[in-house]
């Protein structure tokens, strides 16, 4: 399949972001589907678009008249002349039901919250993809889309390392204290087992001293 030019245009996030290029996918319905240039501004490969768009439910056509949206594939699917050819006929696993599509007010909402808690190169303490997702109910793909394309990779969170760094060090520490102690109860075992042998030793000796003075007593 050749590769095809897919247009842009610039967009308007809202007031912290201003306006930033993006890929558009456009359906003859009119639906439109946006994929930011990674931090608005630096081109992705295409093979990176074409990715993005499919894994929302897009079909992505050899030109922009083709591309269909998940709306219209559920309602008119693909004749077999619009489906991509594939490289094996063997049975394929069902397809999913497509993710539901981010909107421009998700985007902003997604932005905003990221713009209140990234600290230059990272999310402030306590913070990630997946909290900040479940906070605001949105999937954990569309925080990982927003920040990507605006502010960057995730990054470490100082809080987190730390947190999963002093777990790590319990971890083995207690690792040790249970062998240690698994070591003591085993010598315990046996320190008491040789006072019970000894203790039998004494009696028996005490009981014979007892024979011996009376025999010597006679």
Sequence with gaps: MSVRDFPSERIDTDAHSGVIN??????????????PFKRGVVQRPPE???????SYGWHVGTT?????????????????????MQSSPSS???KADPPPEMSRADRQIIFAKISDIWDGERYCAGWTDKRLAADLNVPSAWV?????????????????DQYLA?????????AGIVEMRKTALEQSAALR???????SRIRAVEALSKRVEKEIGR
């Design 22 to 35: 993006a890929y558009r996918m456009t359906c003859g319905c009119g639906a439109v589907a946006f994929y």
């Design 48 to 54: 990176a678009i074409y990715r993005h768009f499919r």
């Design 64 to 84: 922009d008249r083709k591309d269909r949206c998940p709306a219209c594939l559920a309602h008119a699917p693909l004749s077999s002349e619009e489906v991509p």
């Design 92 to 94: 394929a696993p069902p």
């Design 144 to 160: 990982g889309e927003v920040r990507d394309g605006f502010f960057g990779p995730e990054g470490s969170n100082p809080l987190l």
């Design 166 to 174: 002093t777990a790590e060090e319990i971890r083995r520490e207690q």
């Design 193 to 199: 087992k040789r006072c019970d042998e000894q203790e």
